[in-house]
């Protein structure tokens, strides 16, 4: 027997917004990956749902290249911008460098530019609790807040939020957004 997949109860023309790299670090919790095909389909079962737009950093690795360019197929809205490399650790003369590409300030100024729509709700596909500050200022203009994450990916300042916002996590939505199961 199949559980019921979660019909989100949409109050209007609804903006998505995924933070593919928040997403795609799930997995290592999740034990399984996020579809981004699966996810496009389940959301797009929402007639309230207009854009989807996902956020991912472009880089010269051809994974991220081929990443960008399917999301694109499927239908999202893409944002990004080159990702940084920032050296964490020095081994023996060698470098280590770590991949970093954060969408706060992009999100948040597309957000802040949908306000002068007729966006009544927003859903967020992240955990970081660095939205605190906008997810309060959509709650005070009586705008619908959405927040899917992993347990263990969701920020105390998000956690913390009481009221006028919705906090489910992914694996809690009834529906299979899965795609390879990690090891």
Known sequence: MTKPSLQLKLKGKTAVFIDWANVY??????RKEVDATK???YLKTHKEVGTIYFCFGTDKHPKSKKQISQAK???YEIITKPVKYIITAQIEGKKIYKRKCDFDM????????????DIRGFIF?????DFEPLYKMLISLKKQVIVI?????LGKEVWELER???KKAIDKLGINLFGITSK
């Open 125 to 129: 596909f992240t955990g970081d609790g």
């Open 39 to 41: 996810l496009y389909r």
């Open 164 to 166: 006028g916002i919705f």
């Open 25 to 30: 670090g799930w997995k290592k919790s999740l």
């Open 73 to 75: 197929r499927l239908g």
């Open 149 to 153: 994450y992993a347990h263990g990916h």
């Open 106 to 117: 992009e999100i948040s100024i597309k957000v802040h530019e949908l306000l002068n729509k």
